[in-house]
C-alpha cells in the first residue's frame, strides 16, 4: 500500500511537471505581446532586411524598449524577471515573420547573457547585466574558429595572463551579432594540462568589449538565410583585456561553452519552430485561394495530407521546445531535452518549410512570397549552435552512459 | 501628481459586429480590447509620470472579465487599478455610467482625469465630459496634444479645420483622440507583476453621492430602439453618356430621390 502511494505520489509529480502544456494567463498575454509587436513592428521589415542585408538597427532599439532583449534577467539586473519559456516563446514568434530578429534576440540572450548570468561574478554581473537587459548593449559569443566548430578541443586563439591584462590572440568565425554587438564572450585556450597522460587544451571564457585594442573585425560572411543577421570574423591580436575580465574559473571554459551551448539551443530550437509555424500559416491561407482544376487546391487531398503531417510535426515540436524551456527553468541538466528540441524542430523546420515552397508551386520560389525566404532561413537551425549530427550525438551519450 | 485613467474593455470591431438575435451586441464572439482612445490617455498619462512623476491609477466599470483590460494597463506600467463591477450596475448607458465612474472617483485624488474620446462600441463622446460634469471640474475634449506647467495643463484641442490651444487649471479633465500618441507595448516583465497585482474591486456600496434611480438599466434614460451593422453600399450605376446628357442624367436622378 504504502509502495503505491509512493507510487501514486511519483506519477502525480511528474505529470504536474512534463504533461501541463497548458499556458497560464501571463504566458499567454505574453504570446499575444510578441505576436503583436511581430505582426506590427517586424513582418513590415522582413523583406527588406533580407533583400539588403542590412541588420535591422532600429528594430534592435525598438525591442529593447520593450525589454524583449532581457526577458530570462532578474528584475535586480534591469531584466524583465521572466522564465525560459517566456524568452523561447518571444524567439518562437519573432521567427513566424523573421528569422534574422529571432537569432539576434537568440544570440544576445542564450550566448552572452545567460552565460555571465550563471558563471560571472557578482561585479561582472553588475557591470554588464543592466546595458545588456535593456538592450542598450547587445551581446555575441565567439566560439568556432575556422579549424574548429564542433569540435571545441581544435581551439587555436590563446589567452595569456601578462601581469594584471589577459593578451588574446587569434580568430573567430562565423560570429552572429558580429560588430553589432557590445560584449562579447570568447572561448580561448590558456595552457596546456595533462589528463589521463595525454596533454590537453586548458580552456577558459572571457568577457570581451568591442573597441577594446588589438580587437578588430574581418570579413562580413554573404549567407543563404537569416541574411540581415550579421556574421563575421573577429580577430585578436595583442588584445589586452583586464584580468578580471575571465568569466568563470580558468580552465572551465570548455565546459562554460557546452552549458551555454545547452542554453543556446532552446532559442534556436524556438527560431526553427517559429519558421516552421510562419510557413505553415502562409501555406494554409495560400492553398485556399489557389485555384487549379477548377477549384482551390486545398479541396486536393494531397494538400490536406500535406498540411495534416505539417501541423501535427509542429505540434510535437512546439512540445519539445516548451519542455526543454521549462527542464532549464527547473534547475539541473537539460542538455538532452534541449538537443532533442534543436534536432527535431530544425529538421522539421526544413521539411515544413521545403513542403510550403512546393505546395506554393512556381510562386513559392519567387522572393515575393514568403515561404522562399523562411525556407533559406531554415536550414541554419540544422547547423548552427551544434549541426544535427552532433544533437545525435548528445542524446545518445545520454543513453548510453 | 495623481493620474487616474478611465479606460473600457471594447470589443474589437476589426473583424466586423455581431450581434444577439434581441439587437444587443453579441460581446462573447468578439474579442475584447482596450479601447483605443482609452489607451492613448493612458499613454499621456504614462508620458507624463515618465517626464513630471506621477502616479497612475486606471479605472473601469464593466463584468469581471473586464479585469483583463486592467490588467494590460497595469501591464503597460500603470500603478494601480480598480474595478467597478456590480449587477445593479449592468446595462448602463451614458448618463448611468458617468454617473457611476463619478461616485467612484469621489473615493480618489486626483489632478487629472484622463478618458478616451469616445469608445468604438457606442461612438457617443459623452461619458468623459458627463464625469467632469458631475465632479464640478473644467473638461478639454479631443486632445490631440498635451502638456503640463505649473498646476495648468495645455493642451491642443482638435478641430476640423485646426485646432485650440487650451490652458486649464487643474484639477481638470481631458478626452484623449487616439492621435495623441502611439500607445507603448506591454513588457514581458509588466505582464508577469500585473498578473500578480493587486486589483481593487468597487461596488455599488463604494460609490459616494449618487443615487440608485441614476444606475444600472433603470437609471438610463437612453432607450435603444434598433441596432445594426455598417449597410453595405451597393456597388452603384454606371453610365456612360457625353457631358451635357450625363448632366441631365444626374440631374433627373436627383430630383427623382427628391434631393433637389
Known amino acids: 500500500m504504502a509502495l503505491l502511494l509512493v507510487l501514486l505520489d511519483h506519477y502525480a509529480i511528474v505529470e504536474e511537471t512534463i504533461m501541463d502544456f497548458n499556458l497560464d494567463k501571463k504566458h499567454e498575454m505574453a504570446r499575444a505581446l510578441f505576436q503583436e509587436f511581430a505582426e506590427n513592428e517586424v513582418k513590415p521589415l522582413a523583406q527588406e532586411v533580407d533583400e539588403t542585408e542590412a541588420f535591422p538597427v532600429a528594430t534592435v532599439k525598438n525591442m529593447a524598449a520593450c525589454g524583449f532583449l532581457g526577458i530570462p534577467v532578474p528584475k535586480e539586473y534591469g531584466g524583465q524577471g521572466c522564465d525560459t519559456l517566456t524568452y523561447a516563446m518571444c524567439v518562437e514568434e519573432l521567427a513566424k515573420v523573421c528569422g534574422t530578429t529571432a537569432v539576434i534576440v537568440s544570440a544576445h540572450t542564450s550566448l552572452c547573457i545567460d552565460p555571465i548570468m550563471t558563471y560571472g561574478t557578482s561585479a561582472q554581473k553588475e557591470k554588464y547585466l543592466p546595458p545588456l537587459a535593456k538592450g542598450e548593449k547587445l551581446g555575441a559569443f565567439g566560439l568556432t574558429e575556422p579549424g574548429a566548430g564542433t569540435d571545441a578541443q581544435g581551439q587555436q586563439t590563446k589567452a595569456v595572463l601578462d601581469g594584471d591584462e589577459w593578451v588574446l590572440n587569434g580568430s573567430k568565425v562565423f560570429i552572429t551579432n558580429g560588430k553589432y554587438a557590445d560584449l562579447y564572450i570568447i572561448i580561448a585556450v590558456t595552457g596546456i594540462v595533462e589528463k589521463r597522460g595525454k596533454p590537453l587544451k586548458e580552456i577558459s571564457a572571457f568577457i570581451v568589449e568591442k573597441g577594446t585594442p588589438g580587437f578588430t573585425f574581418g570579413t562580413k560572411e554573404k549567407k543563404m538565410g537569416i541574411r540581415g543577421s550579421a556574421t563575421y570574423e573577429l580577430i585578436f591580436t595583442d588584445c589586452r583585456i583586464p584580468k578580471e575580465n575571465l568569466l568563470g574559473v580558468q580552465g572551465k571554459g570548455f565546459g562554460i561553452a557546452m552549458h551555454t551551448l545547452d542554453g543556446g539551443r532552446i532559442g534556436i530550437a524556438a527560431q526553427a519552430l517559429g519558421l516552421a509555424e510562419g510557413a505553415l500559416a502562409r501555406t494554409v491561407e495560400y492553398v485556399k485561394e489557389r485555384k487549379q482544376f477548377g477549384r482551390s487546391i486545398a479541396q486536393f487531398q494531397n494538400t490536406q495530407f500535406q498540411l495534416a503531417d505539417m501541423a501535427t510535426k509542429v505540434q510535437a515540436a512546439q512540445m519539445l521546445v516548451y519542455r526543454a524551456a521549462k527542464a532549464k527553468e527547473q534547475g539541473g541538466s537539460y542538455s538532452t531535452e534541449a538537443a532533442m528540441a534543436k534536432l527535431y524542430a530544425a529538421e522539421i523546420a526544413m521539411e515544413v518549410t521545403t513542403k510550403a515552397v512546393q505546395l506554393h508551386g512556381g510562386y513559392g520560389y519567387i522572393r515575393e512570397y514568403e515561404v522562399e525566404r523562411m525556407m533559406r532561413d531554415a536550414k541554419i537551425t540544422e547547423i548552427y549552435e551544434g549541426t544535427s549530427e552532433v544533437q545525435r550525438m548528445v542524446i545518445s551519450a545520454d543513453l548510453l552512459k | 501628481m495623481k493620474i487616474v485613467v478611465c479606460i473600457k474593455q471594447v470589443p474589437d470591431t476589426k473583424g466586423g459586429v455581431q450581434f444577439n438575435p434581441d439587437g444587443t451586441l453579441n460581446r462573447k464572439a468578439m474579442l475584447a480590447i482596450m479601447n483605443p482612445d482609452d489607451k492613448a490617455g493612458l499613454e499621456a498619462a504614462l508620458r507624463l509620470r515618465d517626464q513630471y512623476g506621477a502616479e497612475v491609477t486606471v479605472i473601469t466599470m464593466g463584468l469581471p472579465k473586464a479585469k483583463d483590460v486592467l490588467i494590460e494597463a497595469m501591464a503597460m506600467g500603470a500603478d494601480k487599478a480598480i474595478l467597478i463591477t456590480d449587477r445593479v450596475l449592468g446595462g448602463a448607458d451614458t448618463w448611468a455610467t458617468s454617473t457611476t465612474l463619478a461616485g467612484a472617483l469621489r473615493n480618489l485624488e486626483y489632478d487629472l482625469i484622463m478618458t478616451g474620446r469616445q469608445a468604438i462600441d457606442g461612438d457617443t463622446a459623452q461619458v468623459g465630459p458627463q464625469i467632469s460634469e458631475h465632479l464640478g471640474i473644467p473638461v478639454i475634449s479631443y486632445a490631440q496634444k498635451l502638456d503640463i506647467a505649473g498646476g495648468y495643463v495645455i493642451v491642443q484641442r482638435q478641430y476640423e479645420d485646426g485646432y485650440h490651444v487650451l490652458k486649464a487649471k ?71 453618356l457625353d457631358p451635357e446628357a450625363s448632366v441631365a442624367y444626374i440631374l433627373e436622378k436627383l430630383t427623382e430621390k427628391h434631393i433637389i
Not at chain 2, 484639477?171 to 516583465?189: S, V, W
Not at chain 2, 493587486?198 to 460609490?207: A, F, K
Request: glycine share 10%; aromatic share 4%; charged share 25%.
Open chain 2, 170 to 240: 487643474m484639477p481638470c479633465l481631458i478626452t484623449a483622440l487616439a492621435e495623441l500618441n502611439k500607445p507603448r507595448y506591454m513588457t514581458p516583465g509588466g505582464i508577469f507583476d500585473a498578473c500578480e497585482a493587486e486589483i481593487t474591486t468597487y461596488n455599488r456600496g463604494h460609490l459616494i453621492d449618487v443615487d440608485d434611480a441614476n444606475l444600472g438599466l433603470t437609471g438610463s434614460p437612453t432607450k435603444i430602439a434598433r441596432a445594426s451593422d455598417k449597410v453595405k453600399k451597393g456597388s452603384g450605376e454606371q453610365v456612360n
